[in-house]
């Protein structure tokens, strides 16, 4: 049988929930794991110490890229650096996924940086995967969430997050989910489940 492991590549998923659902557990204990191939982690709140080597700067980060490190944990919160990461992941890299936490706080709604704009519209052709992690979906560019194939929500309560969420998976289940709990809803199956399943 075909390891399915093997086909999650290129790939948008959207993780969201309120403050301190879990967002950050589940990606560094489930999604990571799933994640075929390299990965950079853009890690604004320093959540990921042990999934990678660590940089702080960019000339560590340009460092460990060329020593072809196969996982890198940038821990900053500048805007520059991670539109320069960005850059040269789309510029240079292939294979790879870069993991977004915290995305909210480097875009908005209707402001996405140049080459995040890129890695989500022309990413797929250089095999480059994107992981985004967010409260509240009606926070980040809709061109990210129309791309994605996976789009993961803890309980939800504000009505602009349920409308936007509806589209992808039932309304009213979304403020009854339990603690630590999540829906995740596959754009290429329509299929919606309470694991991670890719
Ligand atoms: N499945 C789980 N089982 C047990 N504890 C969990 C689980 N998920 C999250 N937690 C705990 O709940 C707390 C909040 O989780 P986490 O940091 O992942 O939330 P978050 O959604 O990323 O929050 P924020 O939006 O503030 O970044 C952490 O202490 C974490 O260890
Ligand atoms: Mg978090």
Redesign the pocket.
Known sequence: MENPAKKLRNKIICVF??????????V??VVLERLHGRRIVYDP?K?YSGKGAIATSLPDFFDLLEAQERHIVFQSDKDSNFDEVCRVIYESQSNIWLVC??IDMFCKATETPEWLLKITRYGRHKGIGLVV?A?RPAAIPREITSQATYIVS?RQHEPRDIKYLSEFMPAEKLPEIGQ?QYLMYCSDTGEITNKINF
Do not use: H
Request: charged letters at 40%; zero cysteines; aromatic letters at 16%.
């Open positions: 929930g309120r403050r301190g659902s879990g967002k950050s557990f589940l560094r204990n709140m959540e936490d915290e992690i409260r803890f630590y």
